[in-house]
């Protein structure tokens, strides 16, 4: 397939189901998650921070992490990608759905409504005792760990770690989505994480076709109808939506 094939196709589907990772928020300046990370949390690696086990052991350090990240994520804006994708919903109608691992809450942002976060949202907390899910204070008045607002037990990010399963409505809701999609989106993920990085493969198995949209080669490439190999504002520009 070529670029003006894999516009037609986009064009003419009446069901699209896009999967975005990281590199759909670098343009907002949000570092992705496999980037290396910089000052005091250099010398960490991500994968060392969102586990139930460092969790454990160190909670005071992870929460500071995810407190920072939210600081970020709070001052950032939502970028053309984001926007270009709350478009095509726009455009499709029921036909659209977005499954996201970002947590950093910019789809939203920018008008994305059919959507379910697979990896949570670092603006919410979720009681260890009583599960109740709730946003955090403004950055400039946040302290964690956050109190649960119910059972004042202590609070924890409201995200998906290494080891811990997704939420189960939600990744159902999003493998229906990509096996009748006649094209999904595969856009800004390094896919290594599954079940995630495995939807495309739903949209394949359906005789659908799936396209990436990604400056680098990935492990889905070798299997996507087309790749548009740029970021992702030009990349979905690039394919008229
Ligand atoms: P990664 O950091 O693994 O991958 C980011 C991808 O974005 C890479 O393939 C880059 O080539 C690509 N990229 C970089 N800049 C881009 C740009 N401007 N436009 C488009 N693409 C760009 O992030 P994810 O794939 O999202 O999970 O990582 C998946 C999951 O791994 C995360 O949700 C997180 C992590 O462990 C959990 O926390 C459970």
């Known amino acids: 397939m070529n670029l003006s094939e894999a516009r037609t196709a986009l064009q003419k589907a009446r069901r699209v189901a896009v999967l975005t990772g990281a590199g759909v928020s670098a343009e907002s300046g949000i570092p992705t998650f496999r980037d290396a990370q910089t000052g005091h949390w250099a010398r960490f690696r991500p994968e060392d921070l969102a586990s139930p086990e460092a969790y454990r052991r160190d909670p005071e350090t992870v929460w500071q992490w995810y407190a920072g990240r939210y600081a970020d994520v709070t001052r950032a804006q939502p970028n053309e990608a984001h926007r270009l994708l709350a478009r095509l919903e726009r455009a499709k109608g029921e036909g659209f759905f977005l499954a996201t691992q970002n947590v950093d809450g910019l789809h939203q ?98 005789g659908g076709v799936v396209i990436e949209v990604n400056p680098e080669e990935t492990d889905l490439t070798p299997y996507m109808s087309f790749g548009v190999r740029d970021v992702a504002s030009r990349g979905l520009a690039a394919l008229h939506i």
């Open 109 to 206: 942002r920018a008008g994305s409504q059919r959507l379910v976060e697979l990896h949570g949202n670092l603006t919410h907390a979720r009681c260890e005792t009583c599960g109740t899910v709730a946003p955090l204070p403004a950055p400039d008045d946040f302290t964690p760990p956050p109190i649960c607002p119910v059972c004042a037990a202590r609070m924890r990010p409201h995200i998906v770690w290494f080891g811990e399963y997704l939420p189960e409505r939600a990744l159902e809701a999003a493998t229906r989505a990509f096996q009748e999609a006649d094209v999904a989106l595969i856009v800004g993920t390094s896919a290594v994480v599954y079940p995630a990085a495995g939807l495309a493969f739903e949209t394949l198995r359906k």
